[in-house]
């Protein structure tokens, strides 16, 4: 089900009303459909759905934060440079139906990349990125290299005879030859011995949180360039679980030892610079359990960092 944007959450302080260099988000955002959207805008799609979560045994709530993250957003500064932004509406999941709500989101996907607009997606749970995967796939066609950076604790390979929050790489990856899979983050408390022999099997490449956190990040920059030199195009996801469970304190599975946010802006920065890059997506997010909405505002600084970087 699709919902058209609202102008409700957006809203915020008021430094000027006809200096657009002192304009907030809620005050340059535009209201436009999927199909309309601008070529060169950044278009924010909000995906309601945590589904996926519940079904691999998670807690509810990740639904709530598309607009919850909209909501912190707009109080941010415009530092986009003139580029657009738009608001582009929500896919919202219904009655359990969570592979229809992915199609759906990636309908959405395929027709802001067809407009020349940059999808910016809101999740809900990690399952978001199989509907932006399948989007980006039905836009670019079966022969493109697709190569998915996703910066998380877990590889997300998960064997299941039902598709949810933790399968969907697998999914990806043993669906699609063209689709190349890089992981940065992984906690080797967060994913079994049998899991990282899968990542093998697989293909898949990865990072280990302990190496983001230890050393200088050339080296990952190197292996994310790499990377992105065998593809043709790439589209990026952040799990918010990646963090660590002092920064994001909604993140029931977040990790001790998880990635600052420092760190975190740093490897997107990198990331969303390169121009093979043409599509995000966050999750994870529960503002039902979150403390002061203190994570739903660290993911709001994210996308607009992510934005402001980006190609």
């Known amino acids: 089900m699709y919902k058209l944007p609202r102008k409700h959450f957006w809203h915020g302080p008021i430094d000027s009303e006809s200096d657009r260099d002192s304009f907030r988000f809620h005050q340059s955002v535009e209201f436009v459909s999927s199909i ?55 896919v919202m999941q219904k009655d359990g139906k969570m592979e229809k709500a992915q199609r759906e989101l990636g309908e959405h996907v395929s027709n802001l990349l067809r407009c020349g607009s940059t999808p910016i997606i809101l999740g809900g749970g990690h399952e978001t990125t199989y509907g932006h995967y399948w989007g980006a796939r039905r ?121 600052e946010p420092v760190v975190v802006r740093q490897l997107l920065w990198h990331i969303v610079a390169n121009p093979k890059v043409q599509s995000f997506d966050i999750s994870d997010v529960n503002p039902t359990i979150d403390e002061n909405g203190k994570t739903t505002k660290l993911a709001a600084y994210l996308v607009a960092e992510v934005m402001a970087a980006f190609n």
């Open 36 to 90: 309309e959207a601008p070529k060169g805008s950044f278009s924010i799609l909000g995906f309601e759905c945590d589904e996926g979560v519940q079904r691999s045994g998670g807690q509810a709530g990740a639904a709530e934060a598309p607009d919850q993250i909209r909501s912190q957003l707009a109080q941010l500064p415009d530092h986009l440079g003139g580029r657009p932004l738009i608001d582009s509406g929500t």
């Open 139 to 259: 836009f670019f066609g079966a022969d493109a290299k697709i190569g998915i950076i996703s910066i998380d604790s877990n590889f997300d390979l998960q064997e299941s005879d039902r598709p949810h929050a933790g399968t969907m790489f697998k999914q990806i990856l043993e669906s699609d030859d063209n689709a190349g899979y890089l992981v940065l983050g992984v906690q080797p408390l967060g994913n079994t011995r049998a899991t990282f022999n899968q990542a093998d099997k697989l293909g898949a490449q990865y990072v280990l949180a302990e190496d983001l956190a230890l050393r200088d990040l050339q080296s990952t920059q190197n292996v994310i360039d790499a990377f992105c030199d065998k593809h043709d195009h790439i589209i990026v996801s952040f799990c918010m679980e990646s963090l660590s469970s002092f920064h994001a304190p909604s993140i029931v599975d977040a990790s001790p030892f998880g990635l």
